[in-house]
């Protein structure tokens, strides 16, 4: 193929991302929120757009479903970043990975007796690698859905997630009392597309690095 298939999440990061497409040319013909196709044509005919889950868009540019991607660096640590090219942090979509607990829950107290908390997320490897770093002993609890509720039925002491505003949290009553790292989302590229592509690729990548807002 000679075009190149870009993959993007709806809600937050396509949002985001439409200054970065404008910068380098690229407008979608149909906004993906309304549309019902999931493969979205635009303005430049060697260029498309697919409409993927967050999670998925690592995947899809690893395998080569799409030339480059744009990801969150929570995905990406989740998904290992096998085969992938990460030119570019866009600074979009930047929020938090947090431990968030009830309100009146002693964090700081279990962690100083090494008490065994159950720990609700998604980010395995990331909520496994923060306690292992910490030398706390926790036990896991994989949830794909709303991690808030897990503490207010007794399923986890505390949960790892991430945060923005913390609006969630506090409707929920709990509070956030550990950051574990600051999340933004980055540009990802297939690294066979890039050899192949690089000069319909490296334009774009160079359009999206000049259009990044500190």
């Given at each position: 193929?000679?075009?190149?298939?870009?993959?993007?999440?709806?809600?937050?990061?396509?949002?985001?991302?439409?200054?970065?497409?404008?910068?380098?040319g690229?407008?979608p013909?149909?906004?993906?929120?309304?549309?019902?196709?999931?493969?979205?044509?635009t303005?430049?005919s060697e260029?498309?757009?697919?409409?993927?889950?967050?999670s998925?868009t690592p995947?899809?540019?690893?395998?080569?479903?799409?030339?480059l991607?744009?990801?969150?660096?929570?995905v990406?640590?989740?998904?290992?970043?096998?085969?992938?090219?990460?030119?570019v942090?866009?600074?979009i979509a930047?929020c938090?990975m947090?431990?968030?607990?009830?309100?009146?829950?002693?964090?700081?107290a279990?962690?100083?007796?090494?008490a065994?908390?159950?720990v609700?997320?998604?980010?395995?490897?990331?909520?496994?690698e923060?306690?292992?770093?910490?030398?706390?002993?926790v036990d896991?609890?994989?949830?794909?859905?709303?991690?808030?509720?897990?503490?207010l039925v007794?399923l986890?002491?505390?949960i790892?997630?991430?945060?923005?505003?913390?609006g969630?949290l506090?409707a929920?009553?709990?509070?956030?009392?550990?950051?574990?790292?600051q999340?933004?989302?980055?540009?990802?590229?297939n690294?066979?597309?890039?050899?192949?592509?690089?000069?319909?690729?490296?334009?774009i990548?160079?359009a999206?690095a000049?259009?990044v807002?500190?």
């Amino acid at each position: 193929m000679t075009g190149i298939t870009l993959a993007l999440s709806k809600g937050r990061i396509f949002e985001e991302t439409l200054p970065l497409l404008a910068a380098a040319g690229i407008v979608p013909v149909e906004n993906p929120e309304s549309s019902r196709k999931l493969i979205i044509e635009t303005n430049r005919s060697e260029v498309r757009l697919v409409i993927v889950r967050a999670s998925d868009t690592p995947t899809y540019v690893q395998y080569g479903a799409a030339d480059l991607g744009i990801a969150g660096k929570d995905v990406l640590i989740e998904h290992g970043g096998a085969g992938l090219y990460q030119p570019v942090d866009l600074n979009i979509a930047k929020c938090r990975m947090s431990v968030a607990v009830p309100v009146g829950f002693d964090y700081a107290a279990a962690v100083q007796r090494g008490a065994r908390i159950r720990v609700a997320t998604k980010y395995m490897k990331i909520a496994r690698e923060h306690f292992a770093s910490k030398g706390m002993h926790v036990d896991l609890i994989k949830l794909y859905g709303s991690m808030e509720l897990a503490p207010l039925v007794g399923l986890a002491e505390a949960i790892v997630d991430l945060v923005s505003t913390g609006g969630t949290l506090r409707a929920n009553r709990l509070t956030e009392v550990e950051e574990i790292m600051q999340i933004s989302s980055r540009l990802v590229v297939n690294q066979a597309a890039l050899k192949m592509k690089r000069e319909l690729l490296q334009p774009i990548i160079e359009a999206f690095a000049g259009a990044v807002k500190p």
